[in-house]
């Protein structure tokens, strides 16, 4: 694959396939993911939802007809900083076979353009901190490790 083959463009429902195998190929996706056919029903609910909401961008990459990489990108208005906006990126994967190519980066500049386009004074993301080369990726496009972050799994 050559990076200037690469379109970004917004995922639609027949998509989810190529999406779901992707967030489940890895060590910690195939501990959450159910990459089954038909995919369950919450994969089809969930994307109805991420496409009818116009804060919430759901980006594939796709070279050819291969969807290559996918990532979330969520527009949020905080009264903080005067009430400006950031934007989220979450869900980041690409495909095994494009891993270590340079598509990563591409898909986090695309997220940063697509977020300076709204406007937006902050990109933020968080990773497991079981990704420690993921850590890395991240610190490398200039993202620092500001903030300690938890959750709650209801």
Same mark, same amino acid.
Do not use: C, P, T
């Given at each position: 694959m050559k990076m200037d083959t690469v379109i970004f463009r917004q995922a639609t429902q027949e998509d989810l396939d190529s999406i779901v195998l992707m967030l489940s190929d890895d060590t910690l996706g195939n501990t959450r993911e159910r990459y089954e056919h038909p995919l369950p029903e919450s994969y089809i609910k969930a994307f109805r939802?991420?496409?009818s909401d116009p804060n919430i961008e759901l980006i594939v990459a796709c070279d050819a007809d291969a969807i290559v990489g996918v990532e979330q990108v969520t527009f949020t208005p905080h009264i903080t900083y005067q009430g400006g906006w950031r934007a989220t990126i979450e869900g980041v994967r690409t495909a095994l076979s494009e891993r270590g190519k340079g598509l990563g980066s591409q898909m986090i500049r695309f997220a940063i353009e697509r977020a300076k386009e709204r406007g937006c004074h902050m990109v933020q993301l968080t990773t497991d901190k079981k990704?420690?080369?993921? @850590?890395? /990726?991240?610190?490398? @496009?200039? /993202?620092?490790?500001?903030h300690e972050g938890l959750k709650l799994h209801l």
């Open positions: 939802a991420i496409d990704r420690a080369d993921a @850590l890395r /990726f991240y610190e490398r @496009l200039g /993202f620092q490790a500001s």
